[in-house]
């Protein structure tokens, strides 16, 4: 039968004296998904109560169902003393425990995997939704070892894990890790889950191409968003390319953002002596390992890039490294190669000319 929420209150037995919120959230979702799929149990409250119903099993959907804005909730009304009542109510709460134990995934999983029974008929057979079926059986069959492990310890909770699954295994403990260090929410899991994903940084010159050879070359990447490290003033190289035009080109490029950061590119004054060979290499990688540490400039340009999408990295030279008649390094090789070294990106993708070999 249907209940009115606001006539049901917590009895003064109550078995558990905090609510679990990760727990009321879980059985939120699922009642966004599919309802509600079991009553809870409730028995007429004492005379002393300011309630009708005091409940015996299912604090936690009474919770969830609040927080819906749900008016009414289905429960069954049993006639219980205290006695039964903190029985039954023992019971139940053994029962909600075991069905968060790593043996209920691997029986869905079986049930699943061998028996090809659907999430709504292992559902039926369990008394548990759709849906946490469905999270059930990902938790064992999309885990990495490692990481379910910790699920079953303890250490992360389940609906966390559901986010670390959606990483292939051979990255989830990395970001378990993480995820377990920062204590992140679910929440901030998920968000944090976006930029762990955008693990790769592309660089690419446009000297020896033309617009359009660029564009195509940036989406064969994947590429959400093109940053022009080039100081002020060089790209009058090649018209075309100038900050303004780019500007407006890239407005009609459908799924790359452009935006120009002049403070990361090198100025005339140290470009020239380098091409010249007036500074060495290594001095001159100093220099700029220097000139972009200068106060919080990297870390916010590094923090940018990770909410930003797959990002490439574009300065005029041909190749990110000397080679052919090119003797020199771009500096968006260490700037590349920086942003790897801090742990902003774990790869990185070099956009070369077509047919040439770019070095490694």
Not at 31 to 38: A, K
Not at 219 to 235: F, P, Q, Y
Not at 284 to 296: A, K, L, R, S, T
Not at 323 to 346: K, S, W
């Amino acid at each position: 039968m249907q209940i009115a929420l606001d006539k049901i209150g917590l009895p003064g037995f109550q078995i558990r004296e905090e609510i679990d919120e990760e727990h009321v959230e879980e059985i939120k979702e699922s009642f966004q998904e599919d309802g509600q799929w079991n009553p809870i149990i409730v028995r007429p409250a004492s005379d002393e109560s300011a309630n009708e119903y005091d409940v015996v099993s299912g604090a936690h959907r009474v919770q969830a169902a609040r927080r819906l804005g749900w008016s009414e909730i289905e429960a069954t009304v049993k006639d219980l003393d205290d006695e039964h009542a903190r029985g039954l109510a023992i019971k139940t709460n053994q029962m909600q425990k075991e069905m968060q134990d790593e043996e209920i995934g691997e029986l869905c999983k079986e049930l699943y995997t061998e028996y090809g029974l659907s999430q709504e008929q292992i559902g039926d057979i369990t008394g548990m939704a759709p849906r946490t079926v469905q999270d059930k059986i990902t938790l064992v069959m999309d885990l990495a070892d490692s990481v379910y492990e910790r699920v079953k310890e303890g250490d992360l909770a389940g609906r966390k894990g559901l986010v670390v699954a959606q990483l292939p295994k051979e990255d989830q403990e990395e970001f378990t890790k993480r995820l377990i260090e920062n204590n992140w929410s679910r929440d901030e899991a998920r968000r944090q889950l976006e930029r762990f994903q955008n693990d790769t940084v592309v660089t690419v010159g446009y000297s020896g191409i033309d617009f359009d050879e660029l564009v195509k070359n940036l989406k064969k990447k994947d590429v959400d968003i093109l940053v022009d490290v080039r100081a002020s003033g060089e790209s009058m190289y090649k018209p075309e390319f100038n900050v303004d035009v780019l500007e407006s080109q890239f407005e009609n490029v459908g799924g790359i953002e452009y935006v120009h950061k002049p403070e990361f590119g090198v100025p005339q004054n140290i470009v020239q002596p380098y091409k010249e060979q007036a500074i060495g290499h290594q001095c001159f990688e100093n220099w700029y390992m220097w000139h972009i540490h200068q106060e919080d400039k990297f870390e916010q340009f590094g923090e940018f890039l990770k909410d930003g999408g797959k990002p490439a990295l574009m300065c005029i030279e041909k190749y990110p490294k000397p080679q052919g008649d090119q003797n020199h390094f771009c500096h968006r090789h260490h700037l590349a190669n920086e942003l790897i070294e801090v742990d902003y990106f774990r790869h990185r993708e070099d956009i070369g000319p077509v047919n040439a070999e770019l070095p490694t």
